[in-house]
């Protein structure tokens, strides 16, 4: 148990919150729910900081709903968006709604016998069963035009955007609703979000005060940048996922390892479920040797472990290892065929017929006329190399040029070959 807004403070994670929150939490168990847009059938690192926030909220003995947006994500949330999204049909929402499901549940606890057990919950489920003049008649007469316009999204839109769409501008509407419907049937009080989304938040706390005389709370977490100024959770192949079909724990693991010093000191505090304590011992132990990477190693750890499981961590851990470190044949083999092609992502490959590598003579042959010159140009050259211990295949030395090709097969179809310490070639046996 923590006092939850004590907790966000010292990790960085408190933007903004609406006055006598602090109070509110401390009079018993409350309830606070966060919505995720279901554009995607995967949650990404973006959407790892209200997973945590959730996560946080929880852990400080308070009960949280994850609303995954099946009426909203229909529209799109204009906020701070220069054009409007293409809408999704109920289908593909339907899909991608059962895929969030799915991965919110390795963070949050929804055991029955909880007392504040987390729940799901997803607007379309009440917003389906509204007519549009319903809507308008009970929820649109409530907030002025001039409140929605007032909002920075909404502002911002208009000045720099392409315009607005009636269906985006009411987008505030149905999220200030959701919030209330929360509030009257669920005594949800409290509503989080990313900074982005302090509008659309505040017009649910309006429209609970002006529909039933009631209060209710806010509380917003900082939008995550990198310290070069970047857009977090992207990369040169687009965003991480948390799907590992989408991006491979090893991609993932990666992703986390290869921060800046200066983005992991932050990003430990959001990221991880580190006491203070020990967050603070790793940075001192950083500090004195940056170059061992010690922060970017835990976090790493400890977010690929929290969203992929131990196994999938300790793979990442052996892959990583053959590339920058001392690493075996046994490693190497280890690996499974999705997570050997995303170590070797990008390596030179070369396919040979099963039947003509099995009657290659011996490695000179397979590593210059077989690999058609595209590992050595000439049998001298690879005879050359082999003597002065510079090839190896699957991690282990070759030394002599004239051995027979007895290498066990990867995955049984894949030879790894290193000229030099950087050069990395496949063979791909069809």
């Given at each position: 148990m923590n006092n939850f807004i004590d907790e966000l403070r010292w990790r960085g994670m408190l933007q903004d919150l609406t006055p006598d929150l602090d109070k509110h939490l401390q009079e018993g168990m409350r309830s606070a729910y966060l919505g995720f847009d279901p554009t995607a059938d995967s949650l990404h690192i973006g959407h790892l900081v209200g997973?945590?926030?959730?996560?946080?909220?929880?852990?400080?003995?308070?009960?949280?709903?994850?609303?995954?947006?099946?009426?909203?994500?229909?529209?799109?949330?204009?906020?701070?968006?220069?054009?409007?999204?293409?809408?999704?049909?109920?289908?593909?929402?339907?899909?991608?709604?059962?895929?969030?499901?799915?991965?919110?549940?390795?963070?949050?606890?929804?055991?029955?016998?909880?007392?504040?057990?987390?729940?799901?919950?997803?607007n379309y489920d009440w917003m389906s069963q509204f007519t549009f003049l319903d809507f308008i008649r009970d929820v649109g007469k409530h907030i002025t035009v001039n409140y929605m316009m007032a909002k920075d999204s909404v502002k911002r839109r208009l000045e720099e955007g392409s315009g607005l769409s009636f269906t985006e501008f009411s987008y505030q509407l149905i999220q200030g609703y959701d919030f209330f419907h929360l509030w009257k049937n669920q005594g949800v009080s409290i509503q989080l979000g990313g900074s982005d989304q302090w509008g659309n938040i505040i017009t649910g706390t309006e429209l609970i005060r002006k529909m039933e005389g009631g209060s209710a709370f806010a509380l917003t977490v900082p939008l995550i940048t990198k310290a070069d100024g970047s857009k977090f959770g992207k990369t040169e192949s687009g965003s991480v996922w948390l799907d590992p079909e989408k991006t491979s724990p090893y991609a993932f693991y990666q992703f986390w390892l290869n921060v800046s010093d200066e983005d992991a000191s932050k990003y430990i505090r959001i990221f991880t479920l580190l006491d203070k304590a020990s967050i603070e011992s790793l940075e001192k132990e950083h500090q004195e040797a940056p170059h061992l990477r010690i922060l970017q190693k835990e976090i790493a750890k400890q977010v690929t472990i929290m969203v992929h499981g131990e196994e999938e961590y300790e793979m990442a851990l052996k892959a990583s290892s053959i590339l920058f470190g001392k690493s075996s044949t046994e490693d190497l083999a280890a690996l499974d065929e999705r997570t050997f092609l995303q170590v070797f992502d990008g390596v030179p490959q070369v396919q040979i017929k099963r039947n003509e590598f099995e009657e290659t003579a011996n490695v000179v042959d397979l590593l210059s006329e077989k690999a058609q010159g595209l590992i050595f140009p000439s049998k001298g050259e690879a005879r050359k190399m082999i003597q002065g211990g510079g090839v190896s295949i699957n991690k282990e030395k070759v030394s002599d040029p004239n051995s027979p090709v007895a290498f066990p097969l990867l995955q049984d179809k894949y030879l790894l070959v290193q000229k030099g310490k950087k050069h990395y070639y496949i063979i791909s046996v069809k």
């Open positions: 997973v945590m926030t959730l996560l946080h909220f929880q852990r400080s003995g308070h009960k949280p709903y994850a609303l995954v947006g099946g009426a909203t994500g229909m529209i799109g949330d204009p906020s701070f968006k220069s054009a409007e999204r293409n809408l999704l049909d109920k289908a593909t929402l339907d899909h991608n709604v059962e895929c969030l499901k799915k991965q919110l549940a390795k963070f949050l606890n929804f055991a029955e016998g909880a007392a504040n057990k987390a729940e799901l919950v997803n």
